[in-house]
């Protein structure tokens, strides 16, 4: 793959779901079967021919730049350090988009998900395509929904159990409210916290914190944003201390 695709890796979070956890320590420098989340995360990129990563930072983040420099990984690690300002996941994004310049394609990766998706596999298709993003979708139960139309394009966003939406378009949201909350005929589909897109797709945007969510709904108006779903053997969001169990349950006997 060479350096056709950047590999981001979203790091700055607080991980105020893992509680006691990260009271010392970044969500990525929590350990899973002994190891550091951010160290899985970086070596299955590796794994999938990812040699250009770029690594946000806010809590503890001179933790990070420490563990990446004393680790000699087989890869080109860059930091965007929001440590001044936590950017959200929309808003590091486009902090870091001047670090995309070198590649056709970024992909972003959640540090607190790990699965077997063929990520390198999936860059190469996504490049062949000629789309502009591609959410890697899941049909899974979550409060929490992206709506597709029958082309797979986004069209919008749901909060299921506050009965809350967001559209692309302002004729979806005017439609819903003169014809209830079931006047949509969507695919609801939940964000695996993994996505492709191109490298310049969020170059316009003001550098400020603001939701990658909200970002992509803005740019589905001019833009083929969509839903790519996978069915990897496994996939965990270790963002709370009973996924991580279950994880490192998983990982000991398979």
């Avoid at 970086?42 to 021919?49: C, P």
């Avoid at 069209?155 to 006047?183: C, I, Y």
């Avoid at 964000?191 to 969020?202: A, E, K, Q, V, Y």
Wanted: proline content about 3%; glycine content about 6%.
């Amino acid at each position: 793959m060479k350096h056709d695709t950047t590999a981001m890796i979203l790091a700055a979070g607080l991980g105020t779901r893992l509680k006691a956890l990260t009271q010392d320590k970044p969500k990525a420098l929590v350990l899973l079967n002994g190891k550091p989340l951010l160290q899985h995360c970086i070596e299955n990129l590796i794994a999938n021919d990812f040699h250009r990563i770029v690594i946000n930072v806010h809590h503890f983040g001179e933790q990070i730049i420490d563990f990446v420099e004393q680790n000699k990984f087989d890869a080109y690690i860059q930091i965007s350090d929001e440590r001044d300002l936590l950017m959200d996941t929309g808003g590091g994004i486009v902090k870091a988009t001047p670090l995309f310049k070198n590649s056709k394609a970024v992909l972003v990766h959640n540090v607190d998900i790990i699965s077997n998706v063929n990520l390198g596999e999936m860059s190469q298709e996504f490049m062949a395509s000629g789309d502009d993003a591609w959410l890697l979708t899941q049909d899974r139960e979550t409060n929490r929904k992206l709506l597709f139309d029958d082309e797979n394009l986004l069209v919008g966003w749901m909060n299921k159990s506050e009965e809350r939406f967001k559209w692309v378009n302002d004729s979806q949201s005017a439609l819903r409210r003169a014809q209830g909350p079931q006047s949509y005929n969507y695919k609801e589909m939940a964000f695996s916290g993994l996505h492709f897109f191109r490298s310049d797709l969020f170059a316009g945007f003001e550098e400020k914190p603001q939701s990658v969510i909200d970002l992509y709904l803005k740019l589905a108006k001019n833009n083929r944003i969509l839903s790519k779903p996978i069915q990897p053997d496994y996939w965990f969001d270790l963002g709370k201390p009973e996924q991580l169990q279950a994880a490192e349950a998983y990982l000991n006997t398979h």
